[in-house]
Structures are given as structure tokens and as C-alpha cells.
């Protein structure tokens, strides 16, 4: 089965700061690999889909990158409306399956 | 514009089933796959099924295989999930989503269902 950790689980930043959330994979295989964001009581919205492409209405300021088993999302200017829980989520092909990160929290400083 | 709109909150007690209906539009809903993911307090959310709404195909996570069941009703375009033999740790909240168009990532959602499962 896929294993996807997140790190870190809690990250503290102030407004303006660059912030990078690494997602790591058990398995090597594609990119079909995706980010979203979740504030509490809602659902999670994506944020970064295939690794590195931006979803549509999502600020430019969140990127994605990697390949392989190591993926990162970065947030280059942090805003006060990007204080929230980040998942990774990956699909393997073998096994047709969906897994979800651990989540990390990103919380005011 | 796409809209997933599920059903109500539920209580249910231990053993019994639970099910959750996902109303879909402002889209082609024979055309998409609609997935449900569901996510205990404090929890990382958690697949658990999908259905291919073209032509009714269902795969389920092994962890779920033998309680829950996926199915649709092309005609008033909703998904249904049906969760059985309920347990405290299936206390969670429910969401349906709609996969992208065969790139394996969720790109609209429906506001969550909570169930709880309490004696």
C-alpha cells in the first residue's frame, strides 16, 4: 500500500515568509501527485495537480515541484489567508488506489 | 458551475448502516468519476471508493471492501454510499468528489456529511 508522510506536521510563519512542505512517497512511481488546502469545517481544495500545475483560481504564489518519491509544495509570500492544513495526495497506478499525507498545519508565528 | 451537494448529517448507532447522497451539476455527470473520502476529527483524510458514473464501475479501498457500496442514479444525477455495520470509528465526516478528467486528483468537492456512530 502507499505510505505518504508529510513533513513537518506543524509549521509556525509569519505573513511574507516562504514556506516549503515536503511530501515523501513509499513507492517511486508518477507524478499524479496533488496538493490541496483545508481550513477547519470545510473540504479540502486543490491547490497543485500532476505535481506542479496550478489549479484554476489559485494564486501564483503557491507552486509545486519534484518527482520520484519526494514532492514539495512552496508558498512564496505566506498571506494571512493561507493559514491552514496542506495534504499531499498520490495515486498509484498498480494498486488503482488514492492516499492521503499526514497533513501539515501551518500556524501564525 | 460544478456543484456537489450532499445530504444531511446523520446518527446512527453501532451496526447499523449509514447512507450518504452526493447531488451533482453544472457538468456532464456521465463524463467524471465521483470518489468519496472521508475524514475522522484530527484525521488525515482517507479514500475509500469510486464510481465511474458513465458506466457504473465500482472499486473500493481493501479497508472498506465488504461495507460500503457505491451507486448512482444517472437520471437525477446523484451518488450514493452506503456504509454498513457501522462502528465508532467510522465517526467521521463523508465527502464526495469529483475526479478531474482521468489525471487521479479531486477537483471539486461537496461540503461533507458528518456521521456519527454512538450508542
Known amino acids: 500500500d502507499i505510505q505518504m508522510t508529510q513533513s513537518p506536521s506543524t509549521l509556525s510563519a509569519s505573513v511574507g515568509d516562504r514556506v516549503t512542505i515536503t511530501c515523501r512517497a513509499s513507492?517511486?512511481?508518477?507524478?499524479?501527485l496533488a496538493w490541496y488546502q483545508q481550513k477547519p469545517g470545510k473540504a479540502p481544495r486543490l491547490l497543485i495537480y500532476?505535481?506542479?500545475s496550478l489549479a484554476s483560481g489559485v494564486p501564483s504564489r503557491f507552486s509545486g515541484s519534484g518527482s520520484g518519491t519526494e514532492f514539495t509544495l512552496t508558498i512564496s509570500s505566506l498571506q494571512p489567508d493561507d493559514f491552514a492544513t496542506y495534504y499531499c495526495?498520490?495515486?498509484?497506478?498498480?494498486?488503482?488506489?488514492?492516499?492521503f499525507g499526514q497533513g501539515t498545519k501551518v500556524e501564525i508565528k | 458551475q460544478v456543484q456537489l451537494v450532499q445530504s444531511g448529517a446523520e446518527v446512527k448507532k453501532p451496526g447499523a448502516s449509514v447512507n450518504v447522497s452526493c447531488k451533482a451539476s453544472?457538468?456532464?455527470?456521465?463524463?467524471?468519476?465521483i470518489h468519496w473520502v472521508r475524514q475522522a476529527p484530527g484525521q488525515r483524510p482517507e479514500w475509500m471508493g469510486w464510481?465511474?458514473?458513465?458506466?457504473?464501475?465500482?472499486k473500493y479501498s481493501q479497508k472498506f471492501q465488504g461495507r460500503v457500496t457505491i451507486t448512482r442514479d444517472t437520471s437525477a444525477t446523484i451518488v450514493y454510499m452506503e456504509l454498513s455495520s457501522l462502528r465508532s470509528e467510522d465517526t467521521a465526516v463523508y465527502y464526495c468528489?469529483?475526479?478531474?478528467?482521468?489525471?487521479?486528483?479531486?477537483?471539486?468537492w461537496g461540503q461533507g456529511t458528518l456521521a456519527t456512530v454512538s450508542s
Open positions: 464510481i465511474n458514473a458513465g458506466n457504473g464501475n465500482t
Open positions: 513507492l517511486t512511481f508518477s507524478t499524479w
Open positions: 453544472g457538468y456532464t455527470f456521465t463524463s467524471y468519476a
Open positions: 495526495q498520490q495515486y498509484h497506478p498498480y494498486f488503482r488506489t488514492w492516499a
Open positions: 468528489a469529483r475526479e478531474s478528467g482521468g489525471d487521479y486528483y479531486f477537483d471539486h
Open positions: 500532476k505535481a506542479s
